[in-house]
């Protein structure tokens, strides 16, 4: 059964461009949620997809956005790319989402770095 | 609002030394609690998890036990090994929140030297 799937795994861009991650969840999860991971801030909660709807989200500005498609695929969107936006991106499935007891599964994320 | 609080790194340890990583937390509501493990280059993988105070998570020799009463999720491992290396992440989910939405603390870096 094939993991998490995350692409692409590096990307370079320079500020003020934007970018566009994709996550692939395993197959048959409906719950896809995204992190960012900094050294300075450790690991935030971007945003959680459900049926295609935004359920949860962190306190990132609207410059972050994503979505997620029929098929559980999910994109998350970052527009005027700044400085600090370089993070790794990770992304993480789980069947329902609901409830806390659900384990999730993690990409190995998407290095981002601003110039 | 939730917040996970965890020892700085890096923890340095030979191998076969015991463990322990200290978690504390803050919640409002009656959290589950975690701990994941990210090697290098990879993403975060679960270790184990706590639902209720006093149960008590496990998973290849790691041990935490949910203390309400101190508000802990500490990490003990008897006899750790090289391969142990990693960064460890602790983490809740409170179940007032809708989906899956998680708190992490900072990452404690371990190091086992053989």
């Known amino acids: 059964k094939a993991g998490v799937t995350q692409t692409p795994r590096y990307l370079i861009k320079t500020r003020g461009q934007q970018v566009t991650l994709s996550c692939s969840p395993i197959?048959?999860?409906?719950?896809v949620s995204w992190y960012q991971q900094t050294p300075g801030q450790g690991l935030q909660f971007l945003f959680e997809?459900?049926?295609?709807?935004?359920?949860n989200k962190g306190n990132f500005p609207g410059r972050f956005s994503g979505r997620q498609f029929s098929n559980s695929r999910s994109e998350m969107n970052v527009s005027t790319l700044e400085l600090g936006d370089s993070a790794l991106y990770l992304c993480?499935?789980?069947?329902f989402g609901a409830g806390s007891n659900e384990k999730l599964f993690f990409g190995s994320g998407t290095q981002l770095s601003v110039l | 609002g939730d917040s996970v609080t965890q020892m700085e790194g890096p923890v340095t340890l030979s191998e076969e030394a015991c463990l322990t990583i200290n978690c504390t937390y803050t919640a409002t509501g009656y959290p589950s609690l975690f701990w994941y493990v990210q090697y290098p280059g990879e993403g975060l993988q679960l270790l184990l998890k706590a639902t209720k105070a006093d149960d008590k998570g496990s998973n290849k020799g790691f041990e935490a036990t949910y203390r309400k009463e101190t508000t802990s999720f500490h990490l003990e491992k008897g006899s750790v090994q090289v391969s142990d290396s990693a960064v460890y992440f602790c983490?809740?989910?409170?179940?007032?929140?809708?989906?899956?939405?998680?708190?992490f603390g900072g990452g404690t870096r371990l190091m086992v030297k053989p």
């Open positions: 197959s048959g999860h409906r719950s």
């Open positions: 983490a809740l989910s409170d179940l007032n929140n809708a989906g899956n939405m998680l708190t």
């Open positions: 993480a499935s789980s069947l």
């Open positions: 997809y459900f049926s295609e709807t935004q359920r």
